[in-house]
């Protein structure tokens, strides 16, 4: 069967990466405020949240050649073990040094089911359609995004802290197994005799020297640290500024609906500007509206910004995997999205560590201007980025690709 020929289980992979990324969106707030409510402060908040992508940094390479020589399918239900066990132990611990294991554990869970995912739709997408079907499966993500702050803003709050956001942790837990219903044949059996041979892996320096991945690698870090100090930090902001739990929810939900609606249109932007001009514009404006949320502007003044943010950072992350999946060698597909992962994992650690001390010296806005800072060098390279195929199927001409004229050129 050709690569795009059967898109059931781009939806069934849909529904399960909503499920999973809504137990996670769900449970980083929840860490947070369960952290806040435990006694820590902005910069232990940083450290945990920094931990959630450490174990993942030293395993996404590994698991990206195992993917490429291998099916993607098994990552899957692994992912989704580890985020339910990593949310629901948390939500149980006593200490912050535990919440920081099963943050680790609940971040080593994502990057299994992401690797698998992302492997799926760059192996079973048709050239032409991967800009199509990454931003397709990227909705998922954005969905539980949407759904999964609103889930913890309802639950967080009142007197007991500590008790409203545990209970919140162990629903995300829940909410991570239903991922489980999605999962049945989502990988095509392989065409027997199609699986090739495995050779020597290739180098990982010949991945990032390939033109496109540097600047897919970077994009992707800055959207997702972007969004990640978001989801960590906005509760910080609304506890200084005194908006409520619910209310922090509801803004983060605005930005994820912003994202979904962005991945809706990517087609039509895509073909109206190119994939390395819409990058740029996106990032761009991107860093001019998280230096924005420093500013001590009104609630309403903060949705709007997050909504337009939340657009703008939709783009990055589909466009980036296509990006470095066309970039990379056919052989090294898996590994060069598990390099992007790891880059990813970088800004997770880096960035929230980073903003935990920007916080604590300048105060808990100041790492979004930081973040705005980022995002601008990431506009600057993304401009330099190849753009690749538009979402048209190749056209077929000459005559290998007429037989009908063959025949009729025969001789009688």
Known sequence: MRPGGNRGWLLRLVIAFGFAQGAVSMARPAVSYRALALGADERAVGVIAGVYALLPLFAAVPLGRRTDHGRCAPLLPAGV?????????????????????????????HLCFVIGAQSLVARQSAPHEQDRNFGHFTIGASLGQLVGPIAAGALIGGPDMAGSSALALLVAGAGAAAAFTSLWRIERPAVP?????????????????????????????????????????????????????????????????????????????????????????????????????????????????????????????????????????????????????????????????????????????????????LLLLSAAVALRAPSGPAEQPPVRTGRAHRPHLLRRARPR
């Open 193 to 373: 005799g199609a699986r090739k041979e495995r050779g020597e892996p290739v180098p990982v320096r010949r991945i990032l020297r390939a033109r496109g991945v540097p600047a897919g690698i970077l994009v992707s870090l800055s959207v997702l640290s972007a969004t990640d100090i978001l989801t960590a930090y906005l509760p910080v902001v609304g506890e200084h500024r005194g908006i409520a739990p619910s209310v922090i929810g509801v803004l983060l939900s605005l930005r994820a609906a912003a994202t979904i609606a962005c991945r809706l249109v990517l087609t039509p932007l895509l073909r109206l500007l190119g994939r390395s001009l819409l990058l740029t514009v996106t990032c761009l404006l991107a860093a001019l509206l998280c230096a924005g949320v420093a500013l001590p502007v009104p609630v309403w003044a903060l949705g709007l910004m997050l909504t337009v943010l939340g657009f703008c950072l939709g783009v990055g992350q589909p466009l980036s995997m296509t990006t470095v999946v066309q970039a990379a060698p056919d052989e090294a597909r898996s590994t060069a999205l598990a390099l992007r992962l790891t880059g990813n994992r970088l800004g997770q650690v880096a960035a929230p560590a980073t903003a935990g001390l920007v916080a604590g010296v300048a105060g808990v806005a100041a790492p979004f201007v930081m973040l705005g800072g």
């Open 81 to 109: 073990v580890l985020i339910a066990g990593g949310c629901a132990l948390s939500g149980v611990a006593g200490s912050l040094w535990t919440m920081a294991l099963w943050s680790g554990v609940m971040g080593l869970g």
